[in-house]
């Protein structure tokens, strides 16, 4: 995770960088004596078979105010909504916000990424069992997008052997550049794209030069890939969400980062290339999420999702504070992250071998006898430095004379500074290990290389400093690391996931579900130069183990295509349904799932649950969320009718905002989750569900779970579905018998028998 980590935050301070560049003048681009930056301009949705039309609208309309060369534009969008993104002065970007047909006018944005036995994990984690179609044998004309940092073409994940002639209606391309050529793609990888960005001028490829972007796309289609591993670890054969799915990938992150031009420009090739669903990993940062009319995923997603696309993004890495989920329109699919039932252990050994388990990926080459003299950080403090920074292992706080040869204690509790972070100032003042002791890192695995590390708890932690205490001479080792399968207990939410409840509305639950995203193993770029290689290793791995919402998003985006492949006539809206109504709500230990700090989980954590491969095949009933419903919504979050028209280019005839609207009206929205804030003492919700089953005629009857303090009323209390009567509606009243104080959770579940159709609800008092 810290290696990944790492990353991002080598891009972020380059994402920062750019954004304070794009501020003066752009002297590459020579052009204007003003200053510019790239900004977009948002004109809602576009009539795709007027693309000329559309292009000179743009083009009149930037030229009404920008008067220089035609450099200005950086990206032209036509196909599933209407804009453009163009170099502006702030004077100039002011006055095309007061053109009519606009919508929005913002600075391009710079979004940063959210970043094998898992499949096999959530196979087995599944109570279902699937009538007459295997999960396996779906079609293979569902189409996955990938919107991230491109792809290695030539790893064995994107082999197209055994796959039949690519989809008919694929009207996407091949881009070539200098290192991609068209025979890169395949009857697999189908299409692939790329972005030049507007501010840096770099040559563009599709070529995934970062990792990020070819570990999603494997882990959401890739083929099965038999004695896959990271250098031996979590070895076993890698496979992709649903393999027998096309990959289209689309460029949008560059070394510079995510530009928000970019990534409505891929959703708008996306729209007209024909993908069946996207995938993105990416968002904004918790501390800069834009508004809801100037979010390029938001924006993009909503023209996606009204073409019949479904889009599933990341939650973001910011856990485990609340109100930090991204990418919370109630159209896109929010993904949170929970651990597998594999742990990367690596152990920390005393005489007499007392071990001590811990958790990271090292390579260590130390002696497996504990012969190796332990010191703590505070004990090897030097003269002048704080013994609180020496106890965490602090720059500048260690006396080398006492640290040379030797294993530092570390704490890192509640500490600013990374594993890695300390590594570095151990290894210069001469230590051959290091012991940090994180409640937070230690179920997320941290890759260390070849210095000798492990992440210990603070339980543990309390036994090695007694031990130390006690000991004239205390002496350890650590192993390198081990996979240890069967791990209990799993899932786990993820203490980096982001949590709700959502800041764009608290009546509506986010993150919708939760899939694997820790040490996930898929396929990485074969020329990783910063990799660290072992020494029995004679080459860099082509697979990595990862962490991040960004790795658990491929994993719903697989389940998705595979949903799409049974039934292709499903909307992104049956698909989401289907996928929450159906999650897990139990561990492999058959108890309810925790966060990895022990606390029982909650949908501000992981949403409906862990994600069900199987059941999500066939859920019995789903939930659709309409266009109407959308519109509504935007009503409810205070656009007016006439924004909301140049939005939608699927608006009813006589569409107004329904009366009296506010932010409590979301709670209605046909959603597969309830939630409600500003709860008094009642309140009442209508839900509307279809029944998909194979069962024309059947009945369900309703369990309910209810929280203390809360009486909870459904009617009618049993839903009777005929050949005539598809579509029914319930509702649901809430009373407090008690003061509700804080958040309390509960669920509502339609049962036949044979499929249990589960919706979870909050209450909030504010």
Known sequence: ??????????????????????????????????ASSVYIVYMGAADSSNNVTLRNDHAQLLSSVVKRNERALVHNYKNGFSGFAAHLSQEEADSIAKKPGVVSVFKDPILKLHTTRSWDFLNHQTQVKIDSVSASSSSSDTIIGILDTGIWPEAASFSDNDMGPIPSRWKGTCMKASDFNSSNCNRKLIGARYYKDGESGEDGTARDTVGHGTHVASTAAGNAVADASYNGL??????????DSRLAVYRVCSSFGCRGSAILAAFDDAIADGVDVLSLSLGAPYYARPALTS?????????????????????????????????????????A???????????????????????????????????????????????????????????????????????????????????????????????????????????VASNFGKFPATVISSKDQATLLQYLNSSSNPLGTILPTVSVINFKPAPQVAYFSSRGPSTLSKNIIKPDIAAPGVEILASWTGDDSDEVVPEAAKKTSSFNLI????????????????????????????????????????????????????????????????????????????????????????????????????????????????????????????YPSIAIS??????????????????????YSVVVEAPNGVDVKVSPSKLQFTQSSKKLSYEVSFSATASVNQAVFGSITWSNGKYNVRSPFVLTKQ
């Not at 794009?22 to 002297?27: A, T």
């Not at 996606?304 to 109630?330: F, K, L, M, Q, Y």
């Not at 699927?650 to 609207?661: E, R």
Request: proline fraction near 4%.
């Open 1 to 34: 995770m810290e290696h990944y980590y790492s990353l991002c935050m080598i891009l972020f301070f380059l994402f920062l960088s750019v954004g304070a560049r794009s501020q003066n003048v752009n002297d590459h681009n020579k052009l204007n004596t003003d």
């Open 234 to 243: 979590a070895a076993g054969s890698a496979r992709g969400g649903s393999p």
């Open 295 to 335: 979010d390029p995923i938001a924006i993009g997603s909503f023209h996606a999702v009204e073409r019949g696309i479904t889009v599933v993004c990341s939650a973001g890495n910011d856990g485990p504070t609340s109100n930090t989920v991204s990418n919370d329109a109630p159209w896109i699919l929010t993904v």
């Open 337 to 443: 992250a929970s651990t597998l039932d594999r742990d990367l252990e690596s152990d920390l050994v005393l005489p007499n071998n007392k071990v001590i388990k811990g958790e990271g990926i090292n390579f260590s080459n130390l002696s497996k006898s504990a012969v190796y003299p332990l010191v703590t950080g505070e004990f090897a403090k030097a003269a002048n430095a704080d013994a609180t920074g020496a106890r965490r292992c602090h720059p500048e706080t260690l006396d080398a004379s006492k640290v040379k040869g030797k294993i530092v204690v570390c704490d890192g509790n509640n500490d600013d500074y990374s594993t890695r972070e300390k590594i570095s100032i151990v290894q210069e003042a001469g230590g051959v290990g290091l012991v940090n002791a994180d409640d937070q890192t230690r179920f």
């Open 547 to 670: 962490s991040g919402t960004s790795m658990s998003c491929p994993h719903v985006s697989g389940v998705a295509a595979t949903i799409k492949s049974r039934y292709p006539t499903w909307s992104p809206s049956a698909i989401r349904s289907a996928i929450m109504t159906s999650a897990i709500q139990k561990n492999n230990m058959d108890e309810p799932i925790t966060t990895d700090a022990g606390s029982v989980a909650t949908p501000y954590d992981h949403g409906a649950g862990e994600v069900s491969t199987l059941g999500s095949l066939q859920p019995g009933l789903v939930y659709e969320t309409t266009t109407t419903d959308y519109l509504n919504y935007l009503c409810y979050i205070g656009l007016n009718v006439t924004s909301i028209k140049l939005i939608s280019g699927t608006l009813p005839d006589g569409f107004a905002c329904p009366k009296d609207s506010s932010s409590d009206n979301v709670s209605n929205m046909n």
């Open 678 to 699: 500003n709860f008094k003492e009642t309140s009442k919700i209508t839900r509307t569900v279809t029944n998909v089953g194979e069962d024309d005629e059947t009945v």
